[in-house]
């Protein structure tokens, strides 16, 4: 399915023309195709003693791009394919919404994560999604409403969980292929002998 967008094309923090991928298909291909690739970029980044706060700066500039230009009703990808996790006061919003005690809620449609106090849904797709949106979107889990995470601080700390979500999400699949271009295929490759992009990085 290819999600229909405004404008493909747009201009990256280089001047370089960027066209985006919005075909589920191709990204779910393509990430598997550069699976090894992805996976040394995210060493990369970990690897060079960059500010933290220097890295977030330019994601979440390259996410506004990105995500500005991306109708997520046209998508719905994460809803079809992640086991959201819910906490208790997403539990409590959605079982008042439905009229319903938080037990019920919670032998109706989720199951226990792990010790803790959090729950992910038993099914996948999520039982809320209609068509392509979401029934409960008031009462929305915090989780979905802050996906795909990326105007969030510390990108680095959280790479992995980030390339869970590249082969889902066109946003992060395009945020992580403009940064790649951005600060990595610049200085060439493979990274172990570039200087530490620092300064360049600084730049952008
Ligand atoms: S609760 Fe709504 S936004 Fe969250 S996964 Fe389900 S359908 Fe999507
Ligand atoms: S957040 Fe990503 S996967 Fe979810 S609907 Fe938007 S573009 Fe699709």
């Known amino acids: 399915m290819v999600i229909a967008v405004q404008e493909k094309t747009f201009l990256d923090n280089s001047g370089s023309i960027y066209i ?34 220097d890295t977030d700066s330019i994601v979440h500039k390259i996410y506004h791009q990105v995500s ?12 079809r394919y992640f086991y959201t996790i819910l906490n208790i006061d ?7 919404s439905m009229g319903i005690s938080a037990t019920q809620f919670k032998d109706r449609f989720l199951q226990k994560k ?5 729950y992910i849904l038993k099914n ?3 039982p809320f999604l209609n068509g392509n949106l979401c029934s409960q979107y008031e009462f929305r889990p915090e989780a979905c409403a802050s996906f795909p995470h990326l105007h969030r601080a510390d990108f680095i700390f959280r790479l992995s969980n980030i390339l869970n979500n590249y082969s889902i999400c066109p946003i992060v699949f395009n945020v992580y292929e403009i940064l790649k271009t951005e600060i990595w295929t610049r200085t060439g490759l493979p990274p172990e002998n570039t200087p530490a992009p620092r300064k360049l990085r600084k730049k952008i």
């Open 90 to 96: 997403d539990i409590h919003n959605l079982s008042e």
């Open 68 to 79: 500005s230009k991306i109708d997520c009703t046209e998508c719905s990808n994460c809803c």
């Open 114 to 118: 792990n010790e803790d106090n959090s």
């Open 20 to 53: 985006m991928e919005t075909d589920l298909e191709e990204i779910s291909r393509i990430s598997k195709e550069k699976g090894i690739e992805n996976w040394e970029f995210r060493n990369y980044l970990k690897k060079y003693d960059v500010p933290i706060a």
């Open 124 to 126: 996948s797709p999520c």
